[in-house]
């Protein structure tokens, strides 16, 4: 079985801080990962993924996730929080070998200040 | 370009009554998925389709839930004698494929039973 967790319901920063949203994975063998953000009245955005390689992935909107396999994490990070980063955020999970399923997490709010 | 359309928005059944849910994918889209997201959760897979035919339909709840894809475009997804667990906001989305390749989610259909 294939599981997401994102520890964090809530998370706020001051705009032009640093921003980390966290998640952790459980799959039976290599994973793809993916972050996905949702804006107030719109559907489910592509941000970014890991597939293979540098473990550093970027992304849209300045976005950035590390991928560490022995701690099984694939945190969002980007060095400057605007306001309009403010949305919810869903991170998630296939298998290699099960490569149509996703599984996602429950979602983090991110609330960026003026 | 047009991106993953779902129709109704909004639909109000009342319990007992058959609902059908209509998906129109990215043109050019192999792959298509539901998904089932209650409040305040991230999407829960239900199926994924490759083309028309239905490769995992292992999240549909029971057989009360159905799914076809029968010319490898447009989805339905049918809930018969819907219950009040039923109630969700049901998601659709396409990709070029599964595995490596990220979903364009669509607007979702929010469906009510009372």
């Known amino acids: 079985a294939q599981s997401v967790a994102q520890p964090e319901d809530q998370v706020n920063v001051a705009e032009g801080n640093p921003l980390t949203v966290k998640c952790t994975y459980s799959?039976?063998?290599?994973?793809?990962l993916f972050w996905y953000v949702q804006y107030p009245n719109r559907g489910l955005q592509f941000l970014l993924k890991?597939?293979?390689?540098?473990?550093l992935v970027k992304g849209s909107y300045g976005f950035e996730a590390e991928f560490n396999k022995s701690q099984t994490s694939f945190h969002l990070k980007k060095p400057s929080a605007l306001v309009s980063d403010s949305a919810l955020y869903f991170c998630?999970?296939?298998?290699?070998?099960?490569?149509?399923?996703?599984?996602f997490g429950d979602g983090t709010t991110l609330t960026v200040k003026p | 370009g047009a991106g993953v359309s779902q129709s109704p928005r909004y639909k109000v059944a009342k319990r007992g009554q058959d609902v059908a849910l209509r998906c129109d994918p990215i043109?050019?889209?192999?792959?298509l998925f539901w998904y089932q997201q209650a409040l305040g959760q991230g999407p829960e897979f239900l199926t994924y389709?490759?083309?028309?035919?239905?490769?995992?339909k292992s999240g549909l709840p029971s057989d009360r839930f159905f799914a076809e894809r029968p010319e490898g475009s447009v989805s339905t997804l049918k809930i018969q004698r819907t219950q009040q667990e039923d109630s969700a906001v049901y998601l659709c989305?396409?990709?070029?494929?599964?595995?490596?390749?990220?979903?364009?989610f669509g607007p979702g259909t929010r469906l009510t039973v009372t």
């Open positions: 389709f490759q083309n028309e035919a239905q490769l995992d």
């Open positions: 043109s050019g889209h192999v792959s």
């Open positions: 799959v039976s063998g290599n994973p793809y």
């Open positions: 890991y597939i293979t390689g540098d473990n």
């Open positions: 998630a999970v296939r298998d290699m070998a099960n490569a149509g399923k996703s599984t």
């Open positions: 989305a396409s990709s070029l494929g599964g595995g490596v390749y990220e979903q364009y």
